[in-house]
């Protein structure tokens, strides 16, 4: 392993292993201190490359950015610095796209490619309430009297509709000052099916979601998986360039799994044996980071076996760069507000995603992160123990009975155990952080652990309590379960006894695009459609919405059909 030191602004860094693999960086301040056995977080991090971010926030914002048109005629002097007012609406094709005209040379177009004329424009609103109500493809296809490459033509243009839909109110976000905003972030994984019969290897899918806390709006769900590039023309460059020879974060396809990559990390693959167990909080963290250190992935949150492959089309990206453009995007949408506070599921690609995209905003202590871990293999009925077991002890100490317990009573309670905790954190061995169990219970989160990815000791213990009762991921698992259980791509597959791993369902995808376009239509729908027990959308929570938007104004935005 080479070592090379250079000066970074005011402080001295050192990059570890400059070879083709993964480096590192490390602060020999912070290695100093902990050398001296003062209290440090993590004195390093991987290096990741930009302009791989850059690309794949580009990616996954690109429906945000407003198309200003323009004339195709490439000789017209109104495309000299793009004249504003040179181009003007004149009227609409027999598809219903807008058709323009050049006030420069007179050439007419249209604002998007030529697509063909929907036959049937009435079943789309139908095909949008059946895709979210759990009805396979093929029965969307005999219960509308058409073929299933039309349901599938017909989904492409729904997701296209509602990512127009969303993207011109979500574009106000830019611009909105907020005081203080609250996040949770959490991830999914999906399985597409296999496409060979002499092959039955499934593809992973990770998508990350992130809702706000209060109102329960779900900003963006990303998935690391890009099907508008060809993967074989990939690979073919890839290989001319001497792309295998490069260290990662130096790639020009850094953001892409390349096939030679795939099938050295599974050779690399840590034995069951080398592996604890798993079941505690100790466990899961030692989990992650042994895979880790061993597939020399840190900060990957990838972990692959031998029964997956690389999607069939397409191509899977690096799960680190998904994340960071989603943080990335987070940041762009709240540039304005003063305060943000993250709570985010166990994840140390997750934990460095945040920290790079908000890495400002934590300096200055205007941004704090919490990790949460959450029992969720209880049952119904432990669930209610449990609760009700919280319920009796908030009554103890507050000295109130039971049934007169006010929330207030209940908020007392909690921070004062919050406080006691917080002077005896529980540690674990590799782990910067310091973790307390969570004093409060509910059904959706009945037992769980926290702990602080920033430094809220600055705050007053007031604060600091007040930030570790309020952690939560239940809003963004209300989304993940609520698209769950209503969208048949989104249901969990099933692992028969015989299958070595390897999982099938009927209904998952075997293109993984359509994971992200369902996705997006769900999001749009959950968001601005679905009325919660109080008659209220989120996006009318937000303020993006005055009240629950009809399906049809999503359909026929801009009257396209």
């Known amino acids: 392993m080479s070592l090379g030191a250079y000066e970074k602004g005011n402080g001295l860094f050192q990059v570890s292993g400059t070879g083709k693999g993964t480096s590192s960086i490390f602060c020999l301040k912070c290695r100093e201190k902990k050398r001296d056995g003062l209290e440090v977080g993590a004195i390093s991090t991987s290096l990741k490359s930009n302009q791989a971010v850059a690309e794949e926030l580009n990616r996954i914002s690109r429906h945000l950015d407003p198309k200003i048109p323009s004339c195709p005629n490439a000789d017209c002097g109104s495309n000299i610095g793009n004249v504003a007012g040179s ?72 997701y296209r509709q509602c990512q127009e ?40 899918i990770y998508g990350i979601a992130t809702a706000c806390k209060d109102t329960g709006y779900v900003f963006a769900f990303n998935f690391n998986f890009d099907g508008s590039v060809d993967a074989e023309e990939i690979e073919k460059d890839a290989e001319a360039i001497g792309e295998y020879e490069t260290p990662r974060h130096h790639r020009k396809y850094a953001r892409v799994w390349l096939r030679q990559e795939f099938n050295e990390y599974l050779k690399g693959l840590p034995s069951k044996q080398d592996l604890p167990v798993g079941g505690s909080l100790k466990d899961e963290v030692q989990i992650r980071t042994l895979a880790d250190q061993k597939l020399n992935l840190s900060d990957s949150s990838e972990h692959f076996d031998r029964t997956n492959i690389l999607p069939p089309k397409g191509v899977l990206i690096h799960n680190e760069y998904t994340m960071m453009a989603h943080f990335f995007l987070l940041k762009r949408l709240f540039q304005n507000t003063e305060k943000t506070r993250f709570f985010m599921d166990l994840d140390s690609g997750m934990k460095a995603a945040y920290l ?25 009925d ?9 319920r009796k002890m908030v009554s103890i100490m507050s000295g109130v009975p039971l ?20 002077q005896k954190p529980i540690r674990i061995p590799k782990s910067p952080e310091k973790w307390i169990e969570h004093p409060g219970a509910s059904m959706a989160e009945p037992k769980k652990m926290v702990a602080a990815i920033t430094d809220v000791e600055r705050l007053d213990r007031e604060h600091q309590a007040n930030l570790y009762r309020i952690a939560t991921l239940a809003p963004v698992d209300r989304f993940f379960m609520k698209i769950r259980r209503f969208s048949t791509y989104f249901e969990r597959p099933f692992t028969s006894g015989t299958s070595k791993g390897r999982t ?29 027990k109080t008659g209220q959308t989120p996006a009318m929570k937000l303020g993006l919405a005055r009240g629950p938007v009809e ?8 009257n396209r059909r």
């Not at 697509?115 to 895709?131: G, M, T, V, W």
């Not at 998952?508 to 919660?532: H, L, Q």
């Open 165 to 204: 839909f969303s993207a011109g109110r979500e574009r106000d976000l830019e611009s909105r000052a907020f005081r203080r905003m609250y996040f949770c972030t959490d991830r999914q994984v999906v399985v597409s099916n296999w496409t060979k019969r002499e092959d039955k290897r499934n593809c992973d």
């Open 403 to 422: 049934r007169s317990l006010t929330y207030q009573n209940i908020v007392d309670v909690s921070n004062n155990i919050i406080l006691e905790r917080l």
């Open 356 to 380: 790079s995209a908000f890495r400002e905003m934590v300096a200055e202590g205007n941004s704090d992160g919490f990790l949460i871990r959450a029992a969720k293999n209880k049952t119904v």
């Open 504 to 532: 099938w369902y009927g209904y998952s995808a075997y293109d993984p695009t359509m994971y992200t376009m369902i996705g997006e239509i769900f999001r749009v729908y959950y968001n601005y459609c679905s009325e919660k």
């Open 382 to 390: 432990e669930k209610e123990k449990i609760v009700a077991k919280f």
């Open 87 to 158: 181009v003007k609406r004149n009227g609409r094709t027999a598809s219903g796209n807008q058709r323009l005209k050049c006030g420069g040379c007179g050439k007419g177009f249209t604002s998007r490619p030529k697509s063909r004329k929907h036959s049937k424009p009435h079943i789309d609103i139908q095909i949008l309430k059946l895709l979210v109500s759990k009805v396979p493809i093929r029965r969307i296809a005999f219960l509308c009297d058409i073929s299933t490459k039309t349901v599938y033509d017909k989904i492409r243009f729904l």
């Open 551 to 558: 399906v049809k104004k999503i359909v026929y935005l801009n």
